[in-house]
């Protein structure tokens, strides 16, 4: 009977340790309006440019887009969208190409940032946005290189 109580009282807290579990308690009322408007990257690769534009469509909804342009023409694309779903929320996104999104659990969330990660994604793994004293820093690893994408708002 101890044996049984011991076994009882270590899953109630393994369950409340749960990341999953601790994101949806402290994202049920997420608010992400820290990334809205447009973002340019200053960190971006010679003779390219990458923008990133935010939009709410709903207090569940936020949509995004992102692109990279080289000599004027667009080189990538993706849709990106932050859903809640039954009080989790989502970082969604369908690259240039692909016919599904990829989806990451938010695991983190505060007034301004998010971590969201995808264990079983090649890469990345998890993903990352902050707003920074200069604009919005996002980061992908995991899987693959780290890769630091820093933004100032342009609208």
Known sequence: MRTLL???????F????????????????????????????????????????WKQASNELYLGMG?????????WKEDIRLRKVEKKWYFEVTGQGE??????????????????????????????YKESATGLIAEISGGGPHILFEFNKID
């Not at 011991?6 to 109630?12: A, K, M, S």
């Not at 994101?23 to 447009?38: H, I, M, P, T, V």
């Not at 695991?107 to 998890?126: G, L």
């Open 6 to 12: 011991t076994l009882l009282t270590f899953l109630v």
């Open 14 to 53: 393994s369950a409340f340790s749960n990341p999953a579990i601790e994101a949806s308690k402290s994202s049920k009322d997420a608010n992400f309006s820290w990334l809205l408007g447009s973002w340019q990257r200053i960190n971006d690769k010679e003779g390219q440019q990458t923008f990133e534009h």
């Open 67 to 75: 692109c990279t342009l080289k000599d004027g023409d667009t080189i």
């Open 99 to 128: 016919d599904q999104a990829t989806s990451f659990i938010l695991t983190e969330v505060n007034d301004k940032s998010f971590i969201c990660k995808n264990p079983e994604n090649e890469f990345p793994k998890v993903i990352s």
